[in-house]
């Protein structure tokens, strides 16, 4: 016989329960991310390492030699 007809959640009162009776109702279930997603983040990334080296480390040297 299986636990899950051995055991149901009304037998067992909420202050009583232990984390392996808890665990027993769990169930964790992982979603996959799809294609577009990943790609979507990966144009992100490049632009953003893009933009970083073409706009900020030029402006972040002219700061740092002579500020205002």
């Known amino acids: 016989?299986?636990?899950y007809l051995?055991?149901?959640a009304e037998d067992v009162p909420v202050e009583d329960a232990g984390p392996e009776t808890e665990s027993h109702w769990l169930s964790y279930v992982g979603n996959r991310i799809p294609w577009y997603v990943r790609l979507i983040w990966l144009m992100f990334w490049v632009?953003?390492?893009y933009y970083t080296i073409t706009y900020l480390f030029p402006?972040?040297?002219i700061e740092i030699i002579s500020p205002p």
């Open 47 to 49: 632009f953003a390492v």
């Open 6 to 8: 051995e055991t149901s």
């Open 59 to 61: 402006a972040l040297q």
């Open 1 to 3: 016989m299986s636990d």
